[in-house]
């Protein structure tokens, strides 16, 4: 077999195994070991080349970018696990409940801090949809309506800084993280707006689907304005601070990372449930996501480097840049690929396995500077969409395990259509117009 073939065949041997449902990063490492052998005993390269596995290892450990992933996935974790979270969506839903549609509103803002907060698709999601469904159907919101809402809103996660995907993305593009979060700004607060818009010509339209809350249960709490005040402030100083360090240039994401995390501790001791378990559980969590991530780079990094040494990268870069239509033609391939993909594996799997091969195809195809910031964020964008995406969405899954049995599977999928298209037309209009993320730059 001459090394032309064994590249593609190392490839399509990697996507068999993940579809065959073992884990993503013993998938990358098994083949790596095993096309290494049949690579040096083909004579396409030596031990010596494997020599450099570990320098690449080392490399990932002492990588101070991905140092910031464990900070916000133990800053987002806190919130959750203190049910600070819980108090946000309660008080919101209070706040918005005179207008129609209300609760559905207040489910998209505490989406859009809790994403800025945690980062973290799975965590937000979990939490608003064992918080706000119970709420939504007790006061007659649609099922569909209300689990669409959900689902939707726990996926800003994705794309709102300081978003662990684009940390991730930051790192494996070779580009500032800071610049990625700041690109993502705006599409990401525009996003969290076009929901918002949707639901209220809904609610304007077919107002029993989305009703107002009660007027005696919004007469029940008093001194809402203090209540609103006292929730809301401590979280949103907190995201500003780390976000405000970062765009401001004090503070690296890594060190904001860390301020969030104490600033996180903090929050939930003065609302006295920083209590041991509490503790205990962040730090469970955020070792068991972090391992995963640190498994799955070790894997890829093997991966890349016999995928290299069979001349691999050289055959995708050669196909990605000889696609019909030039560099639109690369980017609706690129796209098409991640959206796909995002259907049966994760965002952390699509970047450790794809952007590496992407990235080379791109800088060929002239895409460098701010315009990989705007590619990192088109690419953020489509793997949200991914997330939404029946029947596979990561999302829908998440909402699916806290989801009663009484509501179908189906009112889920039902839900987050609207959302989806939502999503599409807002990807369209970034990869159309670049400056929507390059402007801030």
């Known amino acids: 077999m001459t090394v032309d073939l064994l590249g593609p065949l190392m490839f399509a041997v990697v996507f068999l195994l993940i579809f065959l449902g073992y884990p993503v990063a013993f998938s990358l490492g098994g083949a790596a070991l095993t096309f290494a052998v049949i690579g040096t005993q083909g004579g396409y390269f030596d031990w010596d080349y494997m020599a450099l596995f570990p320098e690449r290892v080392f490399g990932v450990m002492s990588n101070q970018v991905l140092l910031a992933v464990p900070f916000f996935i133990f800053m987002g974790t806190m919130l959750e696990r203190s049910r600070l979270a819980e108090d946000l969506l309660r008080t919101i839903g209070l706040l918005f409940g005179p207008v129609r549609g209300g609760l559905a509103f207040a489910v998209v803002f505490v989406g859009a801090l809790l994403a800025a907060a945690t980062g973290v698709v799975g965590a937000s999601v979990v939490a608003m949809g064992l918080i706000s469904l119970p709420i939504m159907r007790r006061y007659g919101y649609s099922a569909p309506l209300a689990t669409g809402t959900i689902a939707a809103s726990g996926t800003l996660g994705q794309i709102i800084p300081p978003s662990i995907v684009l940390v991730v993305l930051g790192d494996q593009l070779g580009v500032s993280v800071g610049k990625l979060f700041l690109g993502a700004l705006t599409p ?7 929901f918002a818009v949707y639901l209220a010509v809904l609610a304007r339209f077919r107002p029993k689907l989305a009703p107002a809350l009660p007027r005696e249960e919004r007469e029940a709490v008093k001194n809402l304005g203090r ?7 401590p979280p949103l100083f907190l995201i500003l601070v780390v976000l405000g360090s970062i765009f401001a240039g004090v503070a690296t994401p890594t060190e904001a990372g860390a301020l969030g995390a104490v600033g996180a501790m903090l929050l939930a001791k003065l609302h006295g449930r920083l209590s041991r378990l509490t503790l205990d559980e962040t730090m469970h969590e955020t070792l068991r996501l972090t391992c995963m991530v640190v498994f799955l780079l070790i894997g890829s990094t093997a991966f890349a480097l016999v995928f290299r040494g069979l001349n691999g990268d050289l055959w ?23 959206f ?19 990235t080379p195809a791109a800088r060929a195809l002239g895409i460098d500077g701010d315009d990989m910031i705007w590619f990192g964020v088109m690419i953020a964008m489509n793997l949200q969409t991914s997330f939404l995406t ?33 999503q599409l037309g807002a990807l369209a209009v970034v990869a159309a117009f670049p400056e929507v993320v390059t402007y801030l730059l």
């Open 390 to 422: 029946p029947p596979f969405g990561f999302s829908l899954f998440y909402l699916r395990g806290v989801t009663p049995k009484e509501i179908p599977t189906t009112a889920i999928y039902r839900g987050v259509v609207p959302f989806i298209v939502i």
């Open 316 to 338: 995708i870069e050669t196909l990605l840049t000889n696609l019909p239509g030039g560099l639109v033609g690369f980017l609706v391939v690129a796209n098409l690929a991640i």
């Open 227 to 233: 209540q609103v005040l006292l929730v809301l402030l």
């Open 188 to 194: 990401g607060i525009g996003l969290a707006l076009l």
């Open 340 to 358: 796909v993909l995002g259907f049966f594996i994760d965002f952390f799997e699509i970047a450790f396995i794809l952007l590496p091969l992407l």
